[in-house]
């Protein structure tokens, strides 16, 4: 396979690779040396950078990319080339790219011949210091907006992901660099993925501005039947926020990367569902046909609600998935996981295809990814929902049932601003259980926007499904906030 690697120059050489690779058994990569692997964080971040370290360092081009020293929790090394006017050459390791420290020495001749790359960063013209995009571990990647601020995942492919303990999760195993032109407004990046029980091959050609934009294109080559696959799979996590305050022990009143899974169906509809951390695994699904985008977001832009002066939880960038052509029928998957550390991610969202890929049915589809803090300006705007509260039912000063629940709703934007208190604007609220009482909508002069309220009795249901949304004239004024009650989650 290595030998082939240095021959691809092209995306359809990738292809053709990729589809030779899932004819033959897998093989796990290899792991680099014990002294490396066993770093702990302190040791692994002490290796650095060197001054010149990064490829095209000494030219006027738009892009640089700097490798990551394999080591810590990256055991293994993946294959980089570059792909010039003469075609791809490998970009072999070489410890001069770093700077090691008295704790960490330089590998000697036997240990380098052994060592690797573990993954790398892309910087552009308007920042060579600071990094836009970073391919680490798995097939793992991550890119920012503007506020150069890190935070959420995004993954090549998810297999698995809803049966715990079974999942499976592909590697990167090579990447192809296209040498862009002094004048490129994007760089293209080639990635051969390779599984137990699959493979693919992947282009990225990622543009950088106020968001990051990347358009993927990803073929599937499956070794066997891909029934749990998920497609342009996004990682995040949540621990605590205004809606979720179970076993909640700490001065910050928000901790999560993301505060909600949006959608927008293939209908038109918009959907806003708020995260949680729950009591124990649960999955969500929605299903669809040609859905227009799905995505994970953080909506809540205040520094107050987060008063974290060291991550700065407030700045982490939003990602937003739109499918290219017609991705059929399927589901949006939501998988939330328990978690008692902001460390953990536990949250996972993907597209989830009605039909199995199976072998010698290679699958090829496309999507645009947007990270940023910045939804695509062409995209409609509805009124979209700032924040969700939940608490004790009923009115302050009399006698409460602790089982109703209360729910409170912000929306802002749209054309929400036009409406004030003399309008007839509804809130349409509806439960699969239990019933609901007290729905009430207004202006909030403070918010800039409107409230919905109203109470849920779950007459002794287990769970209610619920959905709202504000009204107008017979015209939804709002997207549909969506939200699964249970007693367990509060």
């Known amino acids: ?65 700097a490798p990551f020293h394999a080591g810590w929790l990256f055991p293994h090394g993946v294959a980089l080339y570059e792909i010039g006017p003469d075609g791809p050459r490998p970009i072999e390791f070489d410890p001069n790219r770093f700077t090691y420290s008295e704790e960490v020495p330089a590998p000697d001749e036997a240990e380098t011949e052994r060592l690797g790359y573990a993954g ?40 698995n992901t809803a049966q715990f303990g079974e999942e499976e999760f592909p590697i990167f195993r090579a ?62 996590m949540y621990l605590h926020g205004e809606n979720d305050y179970r076993n909640r022990d700490d001065f910050r009143p928000e901790v999560h990367d993301s505060d909600g899974l949006v959608m927008r169906t293939g209908a038109g509809e918009w959907i806003w569902r708020p995260l949680r951390n729950p009591s124990e695994p649960r999955i969500s699904t929605f299903t669809d046909t040609a859905p227009r985008g799905f995505g994970l977001q953080q909506r809540d832009r205040s520094f107050a609600h987060y008063l974290d002066d ?60 947007t990270w940023g803090t910045e939804m695509p300006d062409r995209l409609p705007a509805p009124g979209r929902v700032m924040a969700t509260w939940t608490g004790i039912g009923g009115i302050p000063g009399t006698e409460r049932d602790p089982k109703v629940r209360k729910f409170v709703v912000d929306f802002t934007g ?16 509806n439960s699969s259980a239990g019933t609901v009482d007290k729905v009430a909508c207004r202006p909030i002069e403070e918010l800039g926007g409107w409230r919905m309220n109203f109470d849920l009795n779950p007459d002794g249901a287990n769970s209610a499904d619920l959905r709202a949304f504000l009204r107008y004239r017979g015209g939804a004024l709002t997207e549909t906030w969506i939200y699964t009650w249970n007693p367990k989650d509060g």
Do not use: C
């Not at 749209?414 to 609220?429: I, N, P, Q, T, Y």
């Open 1 to 65: 396979m290595r030998e082939r690697m240095g021959y691809v120059a092209s995306f359809e050489g990738l292809q053709s690779l990729a589809q030779e690779v899932a004819k033959t058994p897998f093989e796990p990569p290899q792991r680099v040396p014990g002294r490396f692997t066993d770093l702990d964080h302190d040791q692994y971040m002490s290796i650095r950078l060197a001054e010149g370290g990064q490829l095209w360092s000494d030219t006027d081009l738009p892009f640089r990319m």
């Open 120 to 159: 790398f960063r892309l910087f552009d013209r308007f920042d060579f210091e600071r990094d836009i995009a970073a391919f680490l571990g798995a097939s793992y990647f991550r890119a920012v907006g503007k506020e150069m601020q890190y935070g959420l995942s995004a993954r090549g492919l998810a297999l």
């Open 175 to 236: 990447f192809w660099f296209q040498q862009p032109s002094p004048d490129s407004a994007a760089i293209i990046v080639y990635a051969l993925l390779d599984s137990a029980s699959t493979a693919g091959a992947y282009r990225f050609v990622i543009e950088t501005g106020r968001s990051t934009v990347m358009d993927v294109t990803a073929s599937i080559y499956p070794r066997t039947e891909l029934d749990g696959i998920g497609l342009a799979p996004i990682t995040s």
């Open 310 to 369: 060291g991550v700065y939880y407030d700045r982490r960038p939003n990602l937003w998935i739109e499918p290219s052509g017609d991705w059929g029928k399927g589901r949006v998957e939501l998988v939330e996981l328990p978690a008692e550390d902001e460390s953990v991610d536990n949250i996972v969202v993907y597209w989830r295809p009605e039909f199995t890929p199976q072998p010698d049915q290679p699958v090829t589809v496309g999507y645009r990814m």
């Open 414 to 429: 749209g054309d929400l601003a036009r409406l004030g208190e003399g309008d007839e604007v509804e809130a349409v609220v």
